[in-house]
Nanobody, 132 residues
Framework: QVQLVESGGGSVQSGGSLRLSCAAS??????????MAWFRQAPGKEREGVAL????????YLAASVKGRFTISQDSAKNTLYLQMNSLKPEDTAMYYC???????????????????????WGRGTQVTVSS
């Protein structure tokens, strides 16, 4: 059974950095045709895609709002996905979720609204708060 557990959230001031981790169990991401991604959801807003990686190929994508500031990476030996967040802004404040899916058409459409209705596996989230 696939399980995803996020960690690393917290409170930082504007301009600061955080690194989020997502530990996967129940499968081996680097050996499977899957994608893993980070999403976020602020109060009163829809869940939105932040970054995605195809875990076997290592290809990565970033949402326009975080390009140049965030980096997605994985440690295959630890089955762990990371999100390095630099130059944080108050508008980055949200609950951050790790997600995974094995279907190529779902992965390819990761930025389509309402991902929670399509992507199969989700963690419980970790809160990131950025103060000005």
């Amino acid at each position: 059974q696939v399980q995803l557990v996020e960690s690393g959230g917290g409170s930082v001031q504007s301009g600061g950095s955080l690194r989020l981790s997502c530990a996967a169990s129940g499968y081996t991401p680097s050996a499977s045709g899957s994608c893993m991604a980070w999403f976020r959801q602020a109060p009163g807003k829809e869940r939105e895609g932040v970054a995605l990686t195809y875990t076997r190929e290592g290809t990565t994508y970033l949402a326009a709002s975080v390009k140049g500031r965030f980096t997605i990476s994985q440690d295959s030996a630890k089955n762990t996905l990371y999100l390095q967040m630099n130059s944080l802004k108050p508008e980055d404040t949200a609950m951050y979720y790790c997600a995974a899916d094995f279907r190529s058409f779902v992965c390819a459409n990761w930025l389509v609204p309402n991902p929670e209705n399509r992507i199969n596996y989700w963690g419980r989230g970790t809160q990131v708060t950025v103060s000005s």
